[in-house]
């Protein structure tokens, strides 16, 4: 069964930093282009960052370019999003996504990320 | 990287079918056949239901179906269940290799 599982979040003042992590199994991670796609409360969703299978192409939302780094570990079955520089307006429900060249194909369940003082 | 733009809501009886669109510009939506639509119920996390404009993944339902026109995507739900009662996202593939959303559109059963 494919799985996606999301950590890492929590609380974060505004101007720090977090690293979530997303778990995958019952699939071939390395086979596949993967996102983070965020929700913030009561809103829509908003595609965040992508990475190829391979690591090679790597793209961003304007907003966070510059601020969030997305990586992954295909040894470990593994992606992240490291965030920095983390403002009010980032916080939201971040969900690790399977897909991202054409469409999201596999979602996880999400992690909740609240920035504040 | 401006949102899609959708109705905020539509609604309809059961068995009937409504349609959503989705507007973009020749960038994303009318320059690509890689629009895709999401299925959300409140509290979880979304499901894909059309993919490259008019692809169902296998387990949708067929009552489910997408097309384009230039630069406006749909998506119609025929035979309308109380269970379709969700938020739709529509998303497109764009000219900067990046993804965009729309803003959602919330389906109430009547």
């Known amino acids: 069964e494919e799985q996606l599982v999301e950590s890492g979040g929590g609380l974060v003042q505004p101007g720090g930093s977090l690293r979530l992590s997303c778990a995958a199994s019952?699939?071939?991670?390395?086979?596949?282009?993967m996102s983070w796609v965020r929700q913030a409360p009561g809103k829509g969703l908003e595609w965040v960052a992508k990475?190829?299978?391979?690591?090679?192409?790597?793209y961003y939302v304007d907003s966070v370019k510059g601020r969030f780094t997305i990586s992954r570990e295909n040894g470990k079955n593994s992606l992240y999003l490291q965030m920095n520089s983390l403002r009010a307006e980032d916080t939201a429900v971040y969900y690790c996504?399977?897909?991202?060249?054409?469409?999201?194909?596999?979602w996880g369940r999400g992690t909740l990320v609240t920035v504040s003082s | 990287q401006s949102a899609l733009t959708q109705p905020a809501s539509v609604s309809g009886s059961p068995g009937q079918s409504i349609t959503i669109s989705c507007t973009g510009t020749?960038?994303?939506?009318?320059?690509?056949?890689?629009v895709s639509w999401y299925q959300q119920h409140p509290g979880k996390a979304p499901k894909v239901m059309i993919y490259?404009?008019?692809n169902r993944p296998s387990g949708v339902s067929n009552r489910f179906s997408g097309s384009k026109s230039g630069n406006t995507a749909s998506l119609t739900i025929s035979g309308l269940q109380a269970e379709d009662e969700a938020d739709y996202y529509c998303?497109?593939?764009?000219?900067?290799?990046?993804?965009?959303f729309g803003g959602g559109t919330k389906l109430t059963v009547l």
């Open positions: 996504v399977r897909g991202g060249a054409r469409y999201f194909a596999f």
């Open positions: 019952g699939f071939s991670f390395s086979s596949y282009t």
């Open positions: 990475m190829r299978e391979d690591g090679n192409e790597i």
């Open positions: 020749s960038s994303d939506v009318g320059g690509y056949n890689y």
């Open positions: 490259d404009v008019s």
């Open positions: 998303a497109s593939y764009t000219s900067t290799s990046t993804l965009v």
